[in-house]
Nanobody, 123 residues
Framework: QLQLAESGGGLVQAGDSLRLSCAAS????????MGWFRRAPGKEREFVAC????????LYADSVKGRFTISRDNAENTVYLQMNSLRPEDTAVYYC????????????????WGQGTQVTVSS
């Protein structure tokens, strides 16, 4: 079965940058759309960004526009999230997700999920 594995999280200070990676393994399946979501303490899962297979179309949450950049390497079945100018409110567990068809911000349309990587931003 296809599995997703996030990496790159950690503890940083406000204003710092992090680059998250999500690698797919265990299958020859290529996701048509991949996305990043996050869950902050006491809050519901929140959409962050998504990208189509070609990389030509992206979608970002208003809270991260201009600071985060999503990209993908289809040859390696890997999606990235470059996070700049991090803020304490970005603190959350970040999850990558994949879909064979959907392009959008609805988590219920993504059928594959990683276990998450913790991002903590101190003030």
């Amino acid at each position: 079965q296809l599995q997703l594995a996030e990496s790159g999280g950690g503890l940083v200070q406000a204003g710092d940058s992090l680059r998250l990676s999500c690698a797919a393994s265990g299958s020859t399946v290529s996701f048509r759309t991949m996305g990043w979501f996050r869950r902050a303490p006491g809050k519901e899962r929140e959409f962050v960004a998504c990208i189509t297979y070609s990389g030509g179309a992206t979608l970002y949450a208003d809270s991260v526009k201009g600071r985060f950049t999503i990209s993908r390497d289809n040859a390696e079945n890997t999606v990235y999230l470059q996070m700049n100018s991090l803020r304490p409110e970005d603190t959350a567990v970040y999850y990558c997700a994949g879909s064979s068809a959907v392009f959008g911000n609805r988590p219920d349309r993504y059928g594959y999920w990683g276990q998450g990587t913790q991002v903590t931003v101190s003030s």
